[in-house]
């Protein structure tokens, strides 16, 4: 990877971007748009999105020439669509989630092959209706065996998976009582399902359990589902599990855990957060996603009851409704949960957590703070959304990839760069990364006049 060096914003072309209003304004702006025309409200929204492209401080739908390595080639998405010279230069790549590296790993490659040789490209149907294949059966074993969870429904999303089986087993009289940061498509699946939802605040299991209680106390006759995650997606940090099912037993609530983000790249034989904090066949029920580390789109759920598949099979739209996963998929996530659970998964999640302490260090060198625990989620944190713009752009124009994450993605005021590790990525494209991250953020801050965030308070946590 060729050197690159910053090229920090001049002063009037800050104020340039200042004065058009690409710095300013949120996503909330345009949550609720009005009018008798559907399609014409949603025009002062483009609008505002297109003044930012224009402006470079639009970082997203952006495009991956070839694959999503620790160096990659990155279009973005400009004013007229995806805009980038013929041939864009690669750069150190920290905003696609291959936690292990096993997107590009022959054995999973040769899997696909295989496969689409077998079998072909295409599920040609509801897994309710003649979808499944071998392989998506075999998929399925191999979850429940390292999960220690008997009976395991396979979605073709991972988003999917999530709002299935919230709408799929709360009804309207039943209660959520659901972490304030938790995914999005739990969220939903839980305002879809009940009226009866309550955030409860992020981690705080005394809190849990005063809302727990306050529900007994009024409604012995409902379910209360409570949600949680084995990993949060943009504060990298983890819950008490023994203390949260203990919690759904004593008060008799279901607990569901979603491993997406730490299924295969962390705990003993990949077993995630559940398996460091010796929870397996323990949870309740267990959901999560193929997309993070396990080499392919698609989510599952897995628990002990053959019942509660049975629900999911009739009631659950994303499974009931929704073509199955494809046997390339199937295949591709069959042979990386192989190598999750071998010597080699082991040495990947070694150089994975490596990666993300050299990380956490050299962005510490320069003065940024990260937020949560060393795992493949590194967040950057910096609160104002100009400050993110600004530094998005400036590494944009460097050639180092991060995601620049504001509202709805985080909480209005809590802006962040979520820069994402990778088990391949070298030392040098660490300190590289690092280097250029801290120095762009700096100089925006610097900049915009906006003294530097140390991180959020116990307020600026909650999505609100």
């Given at each position: 990877?060729?050197?690159?060096?910053?090229?920090?914003?001049?002063?009037?072309?800050?104020?340039?971007?200042?004065?058009?209003?690409?710095?300013?304004?949120?996503?909330?702006?345009?949550?609720?748009?009005?009018?008798?025309?559907?399609i014409r409200?949603?025009?002062a929204?483009?609008?505002?999105?297109?003044?930012?492209?224009?402006?470079g401080?639009?970082q997203?739908?952006?495009?991956?020439?070839?694959?999503p390595?620790?160096?990659?080639?990155?279009?973005?998405?400009?004013?007229?669509?995806?805009?980038?010279?013929?041939?864009?230069?690669?750069?150190?790549?920290?905003?696609s989630?291959?936690?292990?590296?096993?997107a590009?790993?022959?054995?999973?490659?040769?899997?696909?092959?295989?496969?689409?040789?077998?079998?072909?490209?295409?599920?040609?149907?509801?897994?309710?209706?003649?979808?499944?294949s071998?392989?998506?059966?075999?998929?399925?074993?191999?979850?429940?065996?390292?999960?220690?969870?008997?009976?395991v429904?396979?979605?073709?999303?991972?988003?999917?998976?999530?709002?299935?089986?919230?709408?799929?087993?709360?009804g309207?009289?039943?209660?959520v009582?659901?972490?304030?940061?938790?995914?999005?498509?739990?969220?939903?699946?839980?305002?879809?399902?009940t009226?009866?939802?309550?955030?409860?605040?992020?981690?705080?299991?005394?809190?849990?359990?005063?809302l727990l209680?306050?529900?007994?106390?009024?409604?012995?006759?409902?379910?209360?589902?409570?949600?949680?995650?084995?990993?949060?997606?943009?504060?990298?940090?983890?819950?008490?599990?023994?203390?949260?099912?203990?919690?759904?037993?004593?008060?008799?609530?279901?607990?569901?855990?979603?491993?997406?983000?730490?299924?295969?790249?962390?705990?003993?034989?990949?077993?995630?957060?559940?398996?460091?904090?010796?929870?397996l066949?323990?949870?309740?029920?267990?959901m999560?996603?193929?997309?993070?580390?396990?080499?392919?789109?698609?989510?599952?759920?897995a628990?002990?009851?053959?019942?509660?598949?049975?629900?999911?099979?009739?009631?659950?739209?994303?499974?009931?409704?929704?073509?199955?996963?494809s046997?390339?998929?199937?295949?591709?996530?069959?042979?990386?949960?192989?190598?999750v659970?071998?010597?080699?998964?082991?040495?990947?999640?070694?150089?994975?957590?490596?990666?993300?302490?050299?990380?956490?260090?050299?962005?510490?060198?320069?003065?940024?703070?990260?937020?949560?625990?060393?795992?493949?989620?590194v967040?950057?944190?910096?609160?104002?959304?100009?400050?993110?713009?600004?530094?998005?752009?400036?590494?944009?124009?460097?050639?180092?990839?991060?995601?620049?994450?504001?509202?709805?993605?985080?909480?209005?005021?809590?802006?962040?760069?979520?820069?994402?590790?990778?088990?391949?990525?070298?030392?040098?494209?660490?300190?590289?990364?690092?280097?250029?991250?801290?120095?762009?953020?700096n100089?925006?801050?610097?900049?915009?006049?906006?003294?530097?965030?140390?991180?959020p308070?116990?307020?600026?946590?909650?999505?609100?």
């Amino acid at each position: 990877m060729h050197e690159e060096t910053l090229h920090f914003e001049r002063a009037d072309d800050v104020a340039e971007l200042s004065r058009c209003g690409a710095l300013s304004g949120n996503v909330a702006q345009f949550a609720q748009p009005r009018g008798p025309d559907l399609i014409r409200r949603t025009e002062a929204l483009d609008a505002w999105c297109a003044l930012r492209a224009a402006h470079g401080v639009w970082q997203y739908a952006r495009a991956v020439d070839g694959a999503p390595g620790p160096e990659a080639q990155v279009r973005e998405e400009g004013a007229r669509g995806l805009a980038a010279p013929a041939d864009p230069a690669p750069g150190v790549n920290f905003a696609s989630q291959d936690y292990l590296s096993l997107a590009s790993h022959p054995a999973v490659r040769d899997a696909a092959q295989r496969a689409l040789a077998d079998c072909g490209p295409h599920s040609a149907g509801s897994a309710v209706l003649q979808g499944n294949s071998r392989l998506s059966l075999a998929l399925e074993e191999a979850l429940g065996e390292l999960l220690h969870a008997q009976h395991v429904t396979l979605f073709p999303t991972g988003w999917g998976a999530a709002f299935g089986l919230v709408t799929a087993l709360v009804g309207p009289r039943d209660y959520v009582v659901i972490d304030q940061l938790a995914h999005a498509s739990l969220r939903q699946g839980a305002a879809a399902s009940t009226r009866n939802v309550a955030l409860h605040r992020h981690l705080d299991t005394g809190h849990v359990r005063e809302l727990l209680a306050a529900i007994r106390a009024r409604d012995t006759e409902n379910g209360i589902l409570v949600v949680t995650e084995g990993l949060f997606s943009m504060d990298s940090d983890v819950p008490d599990l023994p203390l949260m099912q203990h919690l759904c037993r004593e008060y008799g609530a279901t607990l569901l855990v979603d491993v997406a983000h730490d299924l295969g790249a962390l705990g003993p034989g990949g077993a995630g957060s559940i398996g460091e904090q010796a929870m397996l066949g323990k949870v309740d029920i267990v959901m999560g996603a193929f997309s993070k580390t396990l080499a392919s789109n698609g989510g599952f759920v897995a628990c002990a009851s053959r019942a509660v598949k049975r629900q999911l099979q009739l009631f659950a739209g994303p499974h009931l409704f929704s073509n199955a996963l494809s046997p390339l998929q199937a295949a591709c996530v069959l042979e990386a949960l192989r190598i999750v659970a071998g010597r080699e998964g082991e040495e990947l999640r070694a150089a994975l957590l490596r990666n993300a302490l050299a990380l956490r260090a050299h962005l510490a060198e320069t003065g940024m703070r990260c937020l949560g625990v060393p795992s493949a989620i590194v967040p950057v944190w910096i609160g104002s959304e100009p400050v993110a713009r600004l530094a998005g752009r400036t590494l944009a124009r460097a050639n180092v990839h991060v995601n620049a994450v504001e509202f709805p993605g985080v909480p209005l005021g809590a802006a962040r760069l979520r820069l994402q590790v990778m088990a391949a990525h070298r030392k040098e494209q660490l300190r590289h990364g690092a280097r250029l991250v801290g120095a762009a953020v700096n100089g925006a801050g610097a900049a915009l006049g906006v003294e530097p965030a140390r991180g959020p308070g116990r307020g600026e946590r909650s999505r609100g």
